[in-house]
Structures are given as C-alpha cells and as structure tokens.
C-alpha cells in the first residue's frame, strides 16, 4: 500500500471559519454527533458490564432531528462531522444517517467512530454513503487480550475491517488505542509491524477519569510521555499539526508507510485548542466532554421552521464553554463513561 504521504487530518479547512467562537477566544469547526449510546462490546474502560437501557430515557434523536441540529451547527460554520457513540453502527439506520449528513449544506468532511466489528462487511457501504474517513479503536493486537478487553473475540474481523476501509477509498483510516499499563515491548512489535505497510494513523489516547472508571483508571493510565519518548527514541519525528487538525501529534518515520501519535488529555494546554463541540444521542449540546449535564437542544429539533430560534440558543451557550476540563484535578463533570456522550 503507498505509503501516508501526509497526516489525515491535513485536509484543508474552508477559509471561512470565523462563525462560532467562545469566550476563551476559540473558534469551532467541528460537530461529534452521537447517533446511539448503545454498544454491542464491553471495553473495560467505558462500559465494563456491557450496554444497560436507563429507564424513562427520551427516545434517540431520528433522523429528521439529526438533520435539523447539523443544519443549524453548519450555518454557525462547522464544516467537519463525525458520527459517533455508543457504538454508531448499532442503529440500523446508521448507512441512511450517514447518507443524510452527506448531503446537508456545508458539511465538507463526514467521519465516524466505530469498533469496527461490521467494518469488514459494511466498509463499501458506509463509503459510498459519503464518508470521508473513518477511525476505528483496537485497544490490543493480541487476540486474547483483545477479547479479554472488549468482551468479543473479533480482532481478526476488525483488523479486517481496517484493510477493507483501506480497499474502498476511505482518504482517513485511523486507528484509536487507549493508552493502558498492558503497553509492553510484544505489543509495540505488534503495532510496529501493523504500521509498517499499512498507510494508517495510530493513535495512542490516554486513558480519561469518568464517573464510572474511577478506582479502576487510577491504576491503568499510563503518561503520554512514555509514547512521545518511545517514538523519539526510535527515529519517530512529529508532523506540524495543520489547520483543522485535532488534538493529536502523528510522529512519521521513514520506515514506516503508516504514522503513529498520541492524544494527551492530560497535558497542559490540551483544551487551548479545542475546536469541537458534541451532540448527543438525546439531543443535549455538550461543550465539554467532561461538562454538566448539556443543554437540551430536542425542543428546537421538531420543525424545519425553528432554524432561527436553534442558531440563536446555541450561540447563547457558548460563552459557558469553559477554559478546560479539569481531570487532573480528579474532576469528570457528570459523564459516566464516554458512551453516553459521545467519545
Ligand atoms: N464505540 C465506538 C468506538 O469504540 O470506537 C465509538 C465510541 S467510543 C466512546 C470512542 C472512543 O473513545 C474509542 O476509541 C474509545 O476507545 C475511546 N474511549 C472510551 N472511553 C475512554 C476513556 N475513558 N479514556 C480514553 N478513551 C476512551
Ligand atoms: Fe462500546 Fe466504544 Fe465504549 Fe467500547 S469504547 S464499550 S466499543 S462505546
């Protein structure tokens, strides 16, 4: 396969941007949209004993009111759209989800995030649907260690799915793998020889405090440095991060036809940069991942003719976004795990 000639995240952002800014001086180009807080696996850091319906929860946003919120976000001037979960391809109408926010005005770069486990047979689909790139999480590539941390014996059906996205044209294949101490010298071989011919972005992410994983992150989470100091050592080098680009540094290395980079909650400064706002399955706007409750943006979803009345609360929201999440001070806001938000 040829080899990752620049970082995905290189495409370029449209030259009008200026629309959304908050109070910190940040502007936001970026929607994550949870389509679904559902999940079919049980990762041992987001939803340990699997997926469990709440009670008297308000139904997920349909397809209509997905159309509504991205209309208005898109007119505020978010251009990028990723579609997430819970785990999205859970929805049956996930194709026809991803079909729609194609086509809505001013959406330039549709993504999603997925475990991956329908991606070997779907991969055509989701692309001709009209996404553009597509990040997929393996947590490990040991088999054992894989279904001991998802809950499914299915590496070999998602790694297969990674070269299937790679066939059909995806032009954005990254691969999510969240930092914990199972890290040892036969899985960065692993990760070596995954990268070595594949045109992938790795993407190490540190291991994030929520509500529900407290005790149990405390003794996992691993510091970015042992990745940034591991690639340095070796002959990594880090790409400039380009406009648009979010939070991660990809390191490239001659050798290597894929990148592997680091996402750094946990570093000073990682929110200076924020760009993104998120959406979730029940229709709350999040302007943290690790914020309070959201507001609930449902009412506004019901009529096309609401348009105005939506742009305006959401630009009212924005001067709440705050400066940044305070995790390293042992605070998650009220997120119970990232499932319910949308990671
Ligand atoms: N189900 C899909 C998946 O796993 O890719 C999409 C949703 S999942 C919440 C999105 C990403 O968040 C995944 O890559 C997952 O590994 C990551 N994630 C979940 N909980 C996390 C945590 N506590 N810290 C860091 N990353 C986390
Ligand atoms: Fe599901 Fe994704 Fe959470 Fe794993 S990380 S339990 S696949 S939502």
């Known amino acids: 396969m040829p080899p990752l000639e ?19 001086g940040r502007r936001f180009s970026y929607l994550r949209m949870s389509v679904t807080d559902r999940c079919n696996f049980r ?19 349909s397809v209509e009111e997905m159309v509504r919120a991205v209309r208005a976000f898109a007119a505020l001037g978010l251009w990028k759209l990723r579609l997430t979960g819970g785990e999205p391809t859970v929805r049956q109408d996930f194709t026809a989800i991803a079909r729609t926010m194609a086509d809505v005005p001013g959406v330039r770069r549709l993504a999603m995030t997925t475990n991956g486990y329908r991606l070997a047979e ?25 279904a001991s941390v998802t809950g499914h014996d299915r590496l070999a059906d998602v790694v297969c799915g990674v070269d299937r996205a790679l066939e059909v044209g995806f032009d954005a294949v990254k691969v999510n793998t969240v930092l ?18 594949r045109p992938v972005a790795w993407r190490f992410i540190e291991l994030m405090r929520t509500n529900d ?52 909650p946990y570093a000073h400064g990682f929110c200076d940069s924020c760009n993104r706002l998120r959406l979730s399955s029940r229709g709350k ?20 003719e609401q348009l105005e009345e939506l742009i305006a609360a959401i630009r009212r929201a924005m001067p709440d976004k705050s400066a940044g999440h305070r995790l390293r001070e042992g605070d998650s806001g009220t997120t119970p795990h990232l499932a319910s938000i949308g990671g």
């Open 122 to 146: 779907r991969a055509q689909d989701w692309r001709d649907a009209g996404l553009h790139a597509i990040n997929v999480s393996i947590d490990t590539l040991d088999p054992a260690s894989f």
């Open 6 to 24: 620049s970082p995905p995240d290189a495409f370029s952002a449209p030259a009008q941007n200026a629309g959304l800014a908050d109070g910190h």
């Open 213 to 264: 994983n407290a005790e149990w992150q405390a003794g996992e989470a691993q510091s970015g440095d042992l990745v940034r100091a591991r690639l340095a050592c070796e002959g990594w080098v880090a790409r400039p991060r380009k406009a648009g680009a979010g939070p991660a540094v990809d390191y490239a290395h001659a050798d290597f036809a894929g990148t592997i980079g680091l996402i750094a």
């Open 285 to 304: 706007l999040h302007l943290c991942l690790f914020g309070e409750g959201g507001l609930d943006l449902r009412p506004l979803l019901q009529h096309d």
């Open 180 to 197: 914990m101490s199972s890290l040892d010298e036969a899985e960065w071989d692993r990760i070596r020889a995954f990268v070595a011919d």
């Open 43 to 61: 990762c041992t850091y987001c939803l340990p004993n699997g997926f469990k319906k709440q009670a008297g929860l308000a139904p997920e946003l």
